[in-house]
């Protein structure tokens, strides 16, 4: 009998762990859940409020979106490494962090433009998900890298693998970000018709100088620090030059998808991604001191 009663108090204690375990899992992972939220609304409010994304969700070809949320899913996933919820090792679970980022992306994003008033019941099926596709991109970013710029204490900060790849991809997801942005307004365009291409040449070398003087003279928080007997034009020309390539290429990728290269001239194209490689290359500092 005493044999008895004291297996089942044993087996009551062990029922009494596991739900001490499960709460605290059950809790850091509602937590984080929120914190995705509200990365994906931080991160993607300003163009959620911006019309000419509403007008792009419509306007834009099936083909081009499918394209770019194709991208969108590797980036995640390479990003999760870095910046995700929670510390991974192996490949499955970078890819279950970005497709979580995704769905939260896309319920925000269906949540906040249905609160302005920009879903209704009457619209067709194909402008429906056009305006949440087109912005589930830098929700989506913003979701994945909550942790690190929302989550509480230096514990909860990861930080990238000091990897020459891995700086390039950290200020490709940069310039992603904060290209997105603006591309869609006319003001890009307008901006580019209206620069000399003296005035051009000068835009790029101010971008490159602001990208250097971001991540290495400005000694802002996360400031790099070149390593030992690597000289100026070393770091000048791996970093800072190759990560302007990047950010011009981006540019033209992001154009491209939204339809800016169509029936435009080659002079035309080149001229707006140079003033979109200007924002494109602040991001892309601002992500090497951040991330």
Same mark, same amino acid.
């Given at each position: ?18 739900? $001490? ?12 859940? /929120?914190?995705?939220?509200? /990365? ?15 007008? +792009? ?22 990003? &999760?490494?870095?910046? /995700? ?17 995704? %769905?939260? %992306? ?17 619209? /067709? ?30 514990? @909860? ?5 000091? *990897?020459?790849? !891995? ?29 000399? %291409? *003296?005035?051009?040449?000068?835009? #790029? ?21 070149? @390593?030992?007997?690597?000289? +100026?034009?070393?770091? +000048? ?13 981006? &540019?033209? #990728?992001?154009?491209? $998808? ?6 435009? &001239? ?13 924002? !494109? ?11």
């Amino acid at each position: 009998m005493k044999a008895v009663m004291r297996a089942s108090a044993m087996d009551a204690a062990n029922r009494v762990g596991e739900l $001490t375990v499960q709460q605290p899992k059950t809790r850091t992972f509602l937590v984080g859940l /929120g914190r995705a939220f509200g /990365g994906a609304l931080i991160f993607a409010l300003p163009i959620l409020m911006t019309m000419e994304m509403w007008q +792009f969700g419509f306007v834009m070809e099936p083909l081009r979106m499918a394209l770019l949320l194709a991208v969108t899913v590797p980036l995640l996933v390479r990003l &999760s490494r870095f910046e /995700g919820f929670r510390k991974t090792a192996a490949l499955s679970d970078d890819i279950a962090d970005a497709l979580v980022a995704i %769905a939260v %992306a896309a319920v925000t994003v269906v949540a906040v433009l249905g609160f302005l008033g920009e879903l209704e019941p009457g619209m /067709g099926l194909r402008e429906l998900i056009g305006k949440v596709a087109v912005q589930i991109v830098p929700a989506s970013i913003g979701a994945m890298l909550a942790q690190n710029q929302l989550g509480g204490g230096k514990d @909860a900060r990861r930080q990238p693998e000091p *990897t020459y790849g !891995g700086e390039l991809f950290l200020m490709v997801v940069g310039a992603l970000f904060l290209s997105f942005s603006v591309a869609p307004t006319e003001e890009v365009v307008l901006i580019a018709y209206r620069l000399s %291409a *003296t005035q051009e040449l000068m835009l #790029a070398g101010f971008s490159i100088a602001l990208m250097h003087g971001f991540v290495y003279g400005f000694e802002f928080g996360g400031t790099e620090r070149p @390593a030992p007997g690597e000289g +100026f034009l070393s770091v +000048f020309a791996r970093y800072t030059v190759a990560g302007y390539a990047l950010v011009f290429l981006v &540019s033209l #990728a992001i154009l491209w $998808t939204f339809g800016r290269t169509d029936g435009v &001239s080659l002079e035309e194209i080149l001229s707006t991604a140079l003033v979109l490689s200007f924002p !494109g290359a602040i991001g892309a500092a601002a992500a090497r001191l951040i991330l």
